[in-house]
Each structure stands twice: as C-alpha cells, then as structure tokens.
C-alpha cells in the first residue's frame, strides 16, 4: 500500500491492493470542493482509468462529522471558480466525478452528512455505504441555486419521484436509515466501520474478473463508450436552467448570507 500524501493536501490518494481510495481531505469546512478538490479528485480518477491494476476507487471525506458539504459556497462568494478551466472539467462536474464516465466500479463511503454536492457525489457513485450519522440533502433551493450537479435528475431516478421531489423542492435532509429504507444507500454501519465495510466491498469485486466487472456496469447503467445517452439531454436541459439561475440576484444572495452567517432574502430575480 503507497503512503499517503501530506496531511495538508486536499485530496488524499492510497492504494490498497487493486483498490484506490480518495479521500477529500478539507474536514475543517465539512470537506467542501473547491477547484484544489476538483483538480486533486479528478486527477485520481485518471490515473485509476489508466491503471489496469486498480478495479474499484472508494471516495471518501477526511474526519468523522462530514462525507462532504457540497461546493465552497464562501469560494463562491469571494468570486472564486469551483471547476478548473477547461471543456474536460466543465464535462467532468463537481470533483471531476459527477458527470464523468467511469468505467471502473464507484463506491461512496459516506462518513457523515453528505449535503448539495456531497449528496450528488454519492448520487454519481455506483454503490454507498454510509455512516450510521450520515445523512443527505439537496439544499441548494435554501441558496438561491438548485442541484445543477446531477442530483435534480439522479434523485427522481434513485428513489420514489414524489419523494425525490420533496427533497429537492423543500432542500430538507434525511438521515442514514430512511436513505437505506429508500433504496438510496447500500448499507448503514457504525461509523467507525463506514470506510472498513466499503473496502471490503470493494475487495469483493476487485476479486472478480475487471473485464466481466465493468461490462456489466456498462449494461446496466446503460453506457455507450463514454457516455450515458439517457442522461445527454438531462444534462443539457441542467446547463440551460444553470446559464439563468447562475446568474441571477437570488443566486449571489445565497452564497454571501451564507458567509454572512444570516438568513438570505430572496427576490425572485
């Protein structure tokens, strides 16, 4: 197994076996993805693709309190880019993984609450497992900006659409046991044991045969080369919906009562 990197790196990268574990390692800020997280989570995932050794990547949040918080809304509010510059990152998304084809199995250890991103990092994943502390949320209506990183659309397909509609449309969070009861997540353990019983998983398919592993990942999610063609318009009627809410006085609001620690006002406009 490699040593990770230093403590003070926002992503962290092992490797264990045929397994590479990514950690996004900003817990003081609930390990929010800025553009150092994209570039660090984006780049493992290249270097998994490419290597014929690693057959499953586990994404993680460093610290016990947070999987992930969604993206750094005080970045945001400072005017800073979340996503690196380019056309490959703006396809990637958030981390360099939501909207990414990945031909290699994806298994979220949600270690706490996963929230706007963080929810729609485990809505990318192909299986959960989350703490018994863990919850989910899309809060992004509270913010003046809607889940515009796949979880407006993953969240109907993964659970019930008029409770998946609820969540997004109230922005409310629910914990570990209702995810499991509603098929969100594949198994709730102790917390102490979410990132253990996610490596055993992911030794369990890394024990099976890769090549046979990701066609039937690629059957069953339905894609074709590097794409999800099911999910191509969704994503462009997201990016149109994106150009006017991102723009808009509610979505400047949110982010800065946020760092204001306040309540926003929003207008509408």
Same mark, same amino acid.
């Given at each position: 197994?490699?040593? $990770?990197?230093?403590? !003070?790196?926002?992503?962290? /990268?092992?490797?264990?076996?045929?397994?590479?574990?990514? !950690?996004?390692?900003?817990?003081?800020?609930?390990?929010? /993805?800025?553009?150092?997280?994209?570039?660090?989570?984006?780049?493992?995932? !290249?270097?998994?693709?490419?290597?014929?050794? /690693?057959?499953?990547?586990?994404?993680?949040?460093?610290?016990?309190?947070?999987?992930?918080?969604?993206?750094?809304?005080?970045?945001?509010?400072?005017?800073?880019?979340?996503?690196?510059?380019?056309?490959?990152?703006?396809?990637?998304?958030?981390?360099?993984?939501?909207?990414?084809?990945?031909?290699?199995? !994806?298994?979220?250890?949600?270690?706490?609450?996963?929230?706007?991103?963080?929810?729609? @990092?485990?809505?990318?994943?192909? @299986?959960?497992?989350?703490?018994?502390?863990?919850?989910?949320?899309?809060?992004?209506?509270?913010?003046?900006?809607?889940?515009?990183?796949?979880?407006?659309?993953?969240?109907?397909?993964?659970?019930?659409?008029?409770?998946?509609?609820?969540? @997004? %449309?109230?922005?409310?969070?629910?914990?570990?046991?209702?995810?499991?009861?509603?098929?969100? #997540?594949?198994?709730? #353990? $102790?917390?102490?044991?979410?990132?253990?019983?996610? %490596?055993?998983?992911?030794?369990?398919?890394?024990?099976?045969?890769?090549?046979?592993?990701?066609?039937?990942?690629?059957?069953?999610?339905?894609?074709?080369?590097?794409?999800?063609?099911?999910?191509?318009? @969704?994503?462009?009627?997201?990016?149109?919906? %994106?150009?006017?809410?991102?723009?808009?006085?509610?979505?400047?609001?949110?982010?800065?009562?946020?760092?204001?620690?306040?309540? $926003?006002?929003?207008?509408?406009?």
């Amino acid at each position: 197994m490699s040593e $990770p990197e230093p403590a !003070t790196d926002p992503v962290l /990268v092992q490797r264990r076996d045929h397994v590479m574990v990514i !950690t996004i390692n900003r817990p003081a800020v609930r390990n929010a /993805v800025n553009e150092a997280v994209c570039q660090g989570v984006g780049d493992a995932i !290249t270097e998994a693709e490419r290597d014929d050794e /690693v057959r499953a990547i586990v994404l993680t949040g460093a610290g016990d309190k947070a999987f992930c918080g969604g993206a750094d809304l005080k970045a945001i509010s400072r005017g800073e880019r979340i996503l690196p510059e380019g056309e490959q990152w703006q396809r990637w998304g958030l981390a360099g993984f939501v909207g990414r084809y990945i031909d290699k199995p !994806t298994i979220a250890a949600v270690n706490g609450v996963a929230l706007g991103g963080g929810a729609e @990092l485990a809505l990318a994943a192909d @299986l959960v497992i989350a703490a018994d502390n863990a919850s989910f949320g899309l809060p992004e209506v509270k913010r003046g900006l809607f889940a515009a990183a796949g979880g407006a659309f993953r969240l109907v397909a993964q659970v019930p659409a008029r409770i998946g509609l609820e969540l @997004l %449309m109230t922005g409310e969070a629910i914990d570990a046991d209702r995810a499991l009861e509603l098929g969100l #997540v594949n198994r709730v #353990v $102790p917390a102490a044991r979410v990132l253990g019983v996610a %490596m055993e998983l992911a030794a369990k398919i890394a024990a099976n045969a890769p090549l046979a592993v990701r066609a039937n990942k690629r059957i069953a999610l339905g894609y074709s080369g590097g794409d999800r063609p099911h999910e191509a318009r @969704l994503w462009e009627l997201t990016a149109k919906e %994106m150009a006017v809410v991102s723009v808009s006085e509610d979505a400047k609001e949110g982010p800065r009562a946020f760092a204001e620690k306040r309540s $926003p006002v929003f207008k509408g406009r």
